[in-house]
Nanobody
Framework: QVQLVESGGGLVQAGDSLRLSCAAA????????MGWFRQAPGKEHEFVAY???????YYLDSVKGRFTISRDNAKNTVYLQMNSLKPEDTAVYYC???????????WGQGTQVTVSS
């Protein structure tokens, strides 16, 4: 079991940067694959970025080159550095965790990111 708490969201202007953090409570954080997802009003839940337990990364095409996912296993924390933000990045951002498989059984409560034009 792992409990996840996101932070770092806020209201910014287009072109600005934000760094989201997801702190994990529980054991064996380094064994978890970690992901960031988002959901905008009226839209489907959407994958954003993923970092494996071995630190391999994968991104949604529309955020490649702008967003960077990283992890600090000593701090049980995963980050999402978001640069050159666009209004279409506006959403609630969620952190998720899994050990193996394809499903994401553990989720945080979400943090709101709003990008004004």
């Amino acid at each position: 079991q792992v409990q996840l708490v996101e932070s770092g969201g806020g209201l910014v202007q287009a072109g600005d940067s934000l760094r989201l953090s997801c702190a994990a409570a529980g054991s064996s954080f380094s064994r978890y694959d970690m992901g960031w997802f988002r959901q905008a009003p009226g839209k489907e839940h959407e994958f954003v970025a993923y970092i494996s337990s071995s630190a391999g990364t994968y991104y949604l095409d529309s955020v490649k080159g702008r967003f960077t996912i990283s992890r600090d296993n000593a701090k049980n924390t995963v980050y999402l550095q978001m640069n050159s933000l666009k209004p279409e990045d506006t959403a609630v951002y969620y952190c998720a965790a899994r050990i193996g498989g394809v499903r994401w059984p553990y989720w945080g409560q979400g943090t709101q990111v709003t990008v004004s034009s």
